[in-house]
Every structure is written in structure tokens, then in C-alpha cells.
């Protein structure tokens, strides 16, 4: 082992059914650095971290920490908080039903009896020198996502760790939490804390770290000093070819659309979307809404597709009215939606890839024609090859394939069911680069057979390549519409900003 | 409504377990004077309370080892037969083995220890269903108790039965009689042994690592597991304890009625499991409280009482009206929680 090193990783190999997740990796994270661990979905970022913090067992290779003589082995979360690894994860991995103050301290305080009022002051002062808007003694559940994520981190920093884990913790974080964040990164480093970070924003990498390791299709390409790699190399190093598609995918089909309207809602609102809304799709076109977190985005699309209780207002599909106020309806009159968050309404974790696939399809034909193997085989075989899934078999549970992947599959569900109205709700969330190529690239080439989309991101780059119109949400309200020349980022920032004039 | 101060004086919103306790001692007492002033009669004695605690100290005992299961995320349904073949071993040990009271009490013990033992096993460490388990624990000990005895008896034993006859007077508490004398109130063994047993308990899930994890564990034992507890030993802990006060649940209820009898405590699973959700554990797990529970037993048999002095002493109208109160409950209970959501 190095003399400045926390922790070595050498020829860590792991697998899950028959598919080899990581083969022969090692990784070194040294005293007082941040290191980025990059790599497509399923390239085994997740694994490898899940080997070190003891969820997964590996098969083979070595564990090395600063302070243990010879390897060690960890083969729980608790004995890697003992050994001084701490771990935030992009899931709230907290009790929503304890307190924040708990959440702070369960399960690594010694002792048997829990000091209510210890904990409180400790997590009170913690909290406030973070700067986290969350008091100690409420109930973790009533705080937002983000804070939740903050408390995670809080405990992880209040543990006094080595070696400090954050698996895309910044995903659903804005940007002034992100910049508190790595305040506190570059803060930790300098108490020679060993940072790994893993997110897929480039610019986050390159803002906050001193060396990546680069991993692709579960093995080692390589660790690099952050001044020798430019960003075009490690995307190409990432991807494990030369890529130009970045700023070129439109072409294949503009996303604009023809005059024919195929949805129209006269002022629809929800229990979720408040405030009614006005909102029109053409045949062919690709349009998006964006807006902060929270800006009601998701709220209006969810009202479309009947997801909560639509309480007023009228729609039209190709000029009749119709009826929404169930995804069933919805689903009958041609509406595909890929909900935001795919763990809790998109997948079925424990059904194989091919009866997640086929799922949409066999609620459309009702369940007393049922879909024949045969014939369900066959959609499943096509969708894995169209789309690229990378998957052991269409037998294996969907729970077990990586992010990226499970979001094909839904994409694959959808698709299966040829709508010609496709509601995509940041299907590139969590997803490497590559994948979030070829959704986009999906997306016109839909657009270009005569398919409506609307198209949801929190990277507004990427609803510039997409999209052919923007309509600006904030604070539940459409603020705006933004096509053609305005189609800019300034523009769509300021729009947001409320800056118009 | 629903928000509390902290330390330092600032607003908090309530956590679920104490908005759902707060919700059960409100009921309860709203309840109970709502019957004394309606119905009055017996309500309006102290004997009476106190006849509802000698009645149902074996109920709360078991009730609040359900409510600990509950809130690990759990069910226990083996608590009602095992309890009665805890009395039919226990008095088979005393009338036709030469048994003492000392070795009824640690053979109780043993027999509700070893169940909660196996059950905890399969369950945390061979991750069965606890439904599944324990209805497989529930047969077999309907099945032990007739192979023990197959027929209804009474204890004989001398000084079980002085033990059982055993009445604790408050003599600060109690009433006037028709002859203008005045009769203290009273309180079997079984009903102190209840109360300890909720006061520890209380503590156990308050102040102590064990209880915490206990609440970490049903809120979401994956984040449980990464927060370093070690969510096995918990839900086996959880079940070990269900089993231990089955057993002294059980010696209670032997306690109560005196006699071994395979339909003995028919339905105390489910008691306790009404008695836990009118005590604010809710089903999903990670929110609960041993107080409550205590007053769900008081609210569950206190309707009994009311529904018995109304004159409607029909088992239906008992089973209905109980069935239309935990209705009741889940529906405020589910109220109250949404409202909280939707504000926050």
C-alpha cells in the first residue's frame, strides 16, 4: 500500500447472473483528494462502491485501508461505517419516519441508550453550520428531497470519516445546494478527507476534482490526473469510441412538426397542477417544459396523462373531445408517459424484462387476451436489440440491470404500444452520456415518423437539442413560450428568472 | 394542530407516532366521559376502569408485543394460542406434575421464549413472511395444547391459587356502597405486572438503541441496513421480545381465569392487533407507541363495556360496533396523516 493512500482497491471482480458486473478493477484514493469515478450506466461505478460499503460480497480480489494491516474484509454497511467509509447515496437511504437528528446518529452511536438531548444539540449545530433549512427535532419525512439529501451528507460529515462516498448525491440538488456542497467537499479535502465522487455532470468533475478513474463495462480503463484529461477524452474514454454526436444529433428529423394539432387542453388543472393551464401539441413536433424543480413541470404532464385527479378543463385529441381522468384513458386514446421517478412508478422490480416490457401493451388488449409467450418473447427480443439493453436475459428481473437500462425498458413498454403522443419524463436522469445520445436521438427520429413528444429535462442543453418549442413553468404557472430564434440558453434563463420585460 | 415546541421554543411539526398517540388518549377519555355521562351506573365507579384493567392485563401485555412486531414491520399471529398453550402447560405442571408457581412462571417463560426464538429465526435470517410464519406458529401450538391435555380443567394447586386471589387494595381509591360503607378499590397481580411491563417498554423503544432500530427497521429497513443497523438482529430481537411477553402475557392470562383450556384467549391475536392499531402502530411499520397500545386495549374493551351496558349483549353487536370503532380510527388516523403531507 502507498504511503499517502486511504484505500486500495486491486483486482476486485464481482458478478450477478452470469452477467460480470466488475472484472479485475483496482482503485486508489488518496489522503485529502476528490476522485471522480466516471463510467457509462452498467459500466460497474455502482458495484464497485457497493463492494467497498459491504451490501455487495465480492468474488475476488483485495481491499486495502489505511491503518489495517493486510486486506480487509467488510461485509456489512456497519463494519464499513467502522472502518471509517461513509456513504450518501442518490436514494434517500434515511428512516422518513425518525427524526433528522436520528437519522443523523442511529446506528453509530455507542452505547445503549439513545440521548435525546445530546443528539438534538449535536444535530442542531451541525445542521446550521451546513447551513441545512432543517430543524433536529422534525420528522425526516416532511423535509424535501434535497434537504434529506443534505441531512445524509451531514451525517456522513459528522462521522469523522476517511474515506467519503457520495454516489450522485448532486441529482437532485439545485444549483446554489450544489455550490454548498462542494463548499463542504473542498472543506472535508482539506482535512484530508478521501473523497469519491460519482455523478455523471461533466462540469461537476471538472469543478471540483483532482483525479478519475474510469471504468466501462465493469472493467479498468484507467485512472488520470484531472489536468491531463480534457473532457472530449474522457467522454471517448467513457464511451470507448470517438464521439462527435454531441453537438450534431438534430438532423435527423427537426422536431417542428406540421400544423395537424393532435392534443389540446383548454384549461386543465389537477389536484397536483393547481392552476390551469392551456397547453397544445402538433403531429410530429418535439416540445418541452422546463422550469426549476418544483416548478410544476412534471404536475402539468401528469395532468395530461390522467396520473392525478384531473379537476377541470377540456381536451381535445385530433379535434374531438375526449374524456381523461385515468392513465387507462389516456393509454387508449394513444398517450405513452415515462414517469420522473422510474423506481417508483415506472419499473416492476421483481418481473423479467420481458413482462415489464409487454406491460402497457397487455393493460391496452385488457387481461382476459392475454399476450402469448411466443409472441411476447418476440417483442422483448426486438426492443433489447433496438434499443440496446443490456440484459442476461429477457428472464432476468429488471431490478438487477443498472439505471440506464431499466429506463429502456420502459422506453421499450411505451414504445411497444405505438402511441402517437409519448410523454418522457427526465428519461435521461441518473444516465451516462451515451445513453442519453441515443434516447435524444430516439426522440427525433419519433418525431420525424409523425410521433408527438414531449420532452422533460433539468439539463437545458439538452432540451435546445430536442426540443422545437419550450414552454417555461414557474412557481406552478407557465411564464413563457420560447421557439425558433428564442431558443437560446440566455433566453430560457432569463424567461425562468422571471425577466422579461 | 399537530405541531409541538422545542427547546428552544420553536414551532415542530408533531412526529406520526405522538400525532397518532395524541389522537388514541383523546378518543379514550372523550369516551370514557362521554359513558359517564350517559350511561353513568357503573361508569361512574373507579371498580370499574379498574375491572376493565383486571380483565385485559394479559391483552395489554400481548398487545404491546404486537404493537414492538408492528412497528419492526411485522405481525404476529401465533400470540392467541400460544397463550392458551402456555395455560394448559402450565396448569398440566402444576396439578399433575407437582409443579410450583416458581416453575409455572419459568416454564411460561420458556415455552413463549422458544417460540419467539424459532419464529425470529425464520423470519430474520431466513427472510419468511411473519404472517406466514407465525400462522405456522399459531397451528402448531393449537395442536401442542391438545396434545398436553385435550380437555378444560381447574387448578387445584394451593398456592397458585392463593397468588391468583391475590387483590391489591388502593385504599385511597374506591367507592360507597349501598349500605354507606366504603370499598377500596382493587387491582390483580396481573395488572401491576402490565404496567411495569408498559413502562419498560416505553423506555426499551424511547431511550434505547434496541427500540430505536426497532423504528429505523419499519421505516424502511433497506435505509436501515445502510445506516449501519443490523436489520437481522433487530426483527429477530423484535420477535424474541413478542415471544418473551407471550409467555408472561400467557402466565397472566393463566393468572385470570385459573384453568387450562384449548379454547382459552381464542382471538387474542386479534385483539392485540386491533388494540395496537387504535393505539396508533400503524400496519406499514415504523410508527407506533407502547402508551398507545395501552390505551387501544382500554378503548377496545372499554366499547365492550358500553356496548354490554347498553343492553345489547349480543357477541354481533360487540364484534360490529368494535369493527365500526377500528374503521373509525384507521379513517381519522389516515386523515390526520394526509392533512400533515399536504402541508408540508
New interface residues.
Given amino acids: 500500500m502507498q504511503k499517502d493512500s486511504v484505500l486500495e482497491m486491486r483486482g476486485i471482480s464481482k458478478s450477478f447472473y452470469s452477467v460480470k458486473a466488475l472484472q479485475n478493477v483496482d482503485f486508489t484514493l488518496r489522503e485529502g483528494e476528490i476522485h471522480a469515478l466516471m463510467g457509462e450506466n452498467g459500466a460497474g461505478k455502482s458495484t464497485l462502491i457497493k463492494v467497498l460499503t459491504g451490501?455487495y460480497q465480492k468474488d475476488g480480489g483485495e481491499v486495502f485501508l489505511k491503518g489495517h494491516e493486510g486486506p480487509v474484509s467488510i461485509k456489512?454497511?456497519?463494519e464499513a461505517?467502522?472502518a471509517g467509509i461513509s456513504?450518501v447515496?442518490q436514494e434517500?437511504?434515511?428512516?422518513?419516519?425518525?427524526?433528522v437528528a436520528?437519522?443523523m446518529y442511529?446506528?453509530?452511536?455507542s452505547?445503549?441508550?439513545?440521548k435525546?438531548?445530546e443528539m438534538?444539540a449535536g444535530a442542531a449545530k451541525m445542521l446550521e453550520s451546513l447551513g441545512i433549512p432543517a430543524?433536529?427535532?422534525?420528522?425526516l419525512?416532511?423535509c424535501s428531497i434535497a434537504v434529506q439529501q443534505m441531512v445524509a451528507i451531514a451525517?456522513a460529515v459528522d462521522m469523522e470519516c476517511r474515506v467519503l462516498i457520495l454516489d450522485e448525491p448532486t441529482s437532485s440538488l439545485d444549483e446554489s445546494e450544489v455550490a454548498k456542497l462542494f463548499r463542504l467537499m473542498l472543506d472535508l479535502k482539506a482535512r484530508g478527507v478521501g473523497i469519491i465522487f460519482v455523478t455523471h455532470f461533466l462540469d461537476q468533475v471538472y469543478e471540483v476534482c483532482d483525479r478519475i478513474t474510469v471504468l466501462r463495462d465493469g472493467k479498468l480503463v484507467g485512472e488520470y490526473a484531472i489536468e491531463n484529461l480534457p473532457r472530449v477524452e474522457l467522454v471517448s474514454k467513457m464511451l470507448g469510441k470517438e464521439l462527435n454526436d454531441l453537438s450534431e444529433i438534430k438532423g435527423s428529423g427537426d422536431g417542428v412538426g406540421s400544423d395537424e394539432v393532435i392534443y389540446e387542453a383548454d384549461r386543465l388543472s389537477s389536484v397536483a397542477a393547481k392552476s390551469p393551464f392551456d397547453f397544445t401539441i402538433h403531429k410530429g413536433e418535439v416540445n418541452g417544459f422546463t422550469g426549476l424543480l418544483g416548478s410544476g413541470r412534471s404536475e402539468c404532464v401528469r395532468a395530461i396523462f390522467g396520473a392525478d385527479k384531473v379537476t377541470g378543463g377540456k381536451v381535445m385529441m385530433d379535434g374531438k373531445p375526449v374524456h381523461i381522468s385515468h392513465p387507462r384513458d389516456a393509454m387508449k386514446h394513444g398517450i405513452g408517459y415515462l414517469p420522473e421517478d422510474r423506481k417508483r412508478d415506472g419499473i416492476i422490480g421483481d418481473l423479467s424484462v420481458r413482462e415489464n416490457i409487454i406491460l402497457a401493451l397487455q393493460v391496452l388488449e385488457g387481461f382476459f387476451g392475454p399476450i402469448s409467450r411466443a409472441k411476447a418473447e418476440k417483442f422483448a427480443d426486438e426492443y433489447i436489440k433496438l434499443l440496446e439493453i443490456k440484459t442476461a436475459s429477457t428472464e432476468t428481473p429488471v431490478k438487477s440491470l443498472s439505471g440506464g437500462n431499466q429506463q429502456k425498458v420502459i422506453l421499450a413498454r411505451w414504445l411497444l404500444t405505438n402511441p402517437q403522443y409519448l410523454i418522457l419524463d427526465e428519461p435521461t436522469r441518473g444516465i451516462d452520456i451515451g445513453t442519453k445520445i441515443e434516447i435524444q436521438k430516439l426522440v427525433l427520429k419519433l418525431a420525424g415518423e409523425g410521433k408527438s413528444v414531449t420532452f422533460i429535462s433539468s439539463e437545458i442543453d439538452e432540451m435546445l437539442r430536442t426540443c422545437s418549442r419550450l414552454v417555461v413553468m414557474r412557481d406552478g404557472k407557465a411564464v413563457g413560450e420560447l421557439k425558433g430564434d428564442e431558443l437560446t440558453q440566455n433566453k430560457i434563463m432569463s424567461t425562468i428568472a422571471g425577466g422579461e420585460k | 394542530m399537530g405541531k409541538v415546541l422545542n427547546r428552544k421554543g420553536r414551532l415542530v411539526p408533531m412526529s406520526d407516532t405522538n400525532l397518532l398517540l395524541t389522537i388514541t388518549i383523546v378518543v379514550f377519555f372523550a369516551m370514557y366521559l362521554a359513558a359517564m355521562l350517559f350511561i353513568g351506573r357503573g361508569f361512574l365507579k373507579i371498580q370499574t376502569l379498574f375491572n376493565i384493567l383486571n380483565e385485559n392485563a394479559a391483552l395489554i401485555i400481548l398487545s404491546c408485543g404486537m404493537s414492538i412486531v408492528m412497528i419492526t414491520g411485522g405481525i404476529d399471529i401465533s400470540v392467541g394460542k400460544l397463550t392458551a398453550l402456555i395455560c394448559m402447560s402450565a396448569a398440566v405442571n402444576l396439578d399433575y406434575h407437582n409443579g410450583s408457581v416458581l416453575t409455572a412462571i419459568l416454564l411460561s417463560l420458556a415455552i413463549g421464549i422458544a417460540f419467539g426464538v424459532v419464529q425470529g429465526y425464520l423470519v430474520a435470517y431466513l427472510n419468511i413472511q411473519p404472517f406466514i410464519v407465525t400462522l405456522a406458529g399459531m397451528f402448531f401450538a393449537k395442536g401442542m395444547t391438545t396434545i398436553v391435555n385435550s380437555t378444560q380443567f381447574n387448578v387445584q394447586n394451593e398456592a397458585f391459587l392463593a397468588l391468583k386471589n391475590t387483590r391489591v387494595y388502593i385504599p385511597f381509591l374506591g367507592s360507597v356502597n349501598k349500605l354507606g360503607k366504603f370499598v377500596p378499590a382493587y387491582v390483580e397481580i396481573g395488572v401491576i405486572v402490565a404496567i411495569v411491563t408498559v413502562i419498560l417498554l416505553f423506555i426499551l423503544l424511547r431511550w434505547t438503541r434496541l427500540g430505536r432500530s426497532f423504528y429505523a427497521v419499519g421505516g424502511n429497513s433497506q435505509s436501515a441496513n445502510m445506516l449501519g443497523i443490523n436489520v437481522r438482529r433487530t426483527r429477530f430481537a423484535a420477535h424474541l421480545l413478542c415471544g418473551l411477553l407471550a409467555g408472561i402475557g400467557g402466565f397472566v392470562y393463566f393468572l385470570h381465569v385459573g384453568s387450562g383450556a384449548p379454547s382459552h384467549a381464542t382471538g387474542a391475536e386479534m385483539n392485540a392487533i386491533a388494540s395496537s392499531i387504535i393505539g396508533g402502530t400503524m400496519l406499514t411499520g415504523g410508527v407506533g407507541n407502547i402508551v398507545g397500545t395501552f390505551f387501544g386495549v382500554l378503548s377496545l374493551s372499554t366499547i365492550k363495556n358500553i356496548v354490554t351496558l347498553l343492553g345489547l349483549d349480543d357477541a354481533w353487536w360487540t364484534n360490529i360496533t368494535v369493527a365500526v370503532m377500528i374503521c373509525i380510527f384507521l379513517v381519522v388516523q389516515s386523515i390526520v396523516l394526509l392533512r400533515k403531507r399536504s402541508r408540508s
Fill in positions: 451490501v456489512s454497511p456497519e461505517q467502522k456513504t447515496y434517500i437511504t434515511l428512516c422518513p419516519n425518525l427524526t436520528e437519522n442511529i446506528g453509530r452511536t452505547g445503549v441508550i439513545t435525546w438531548r438534538n430543524k433536529a427535532e422534525q420528522q419525512g416532511t451525517r
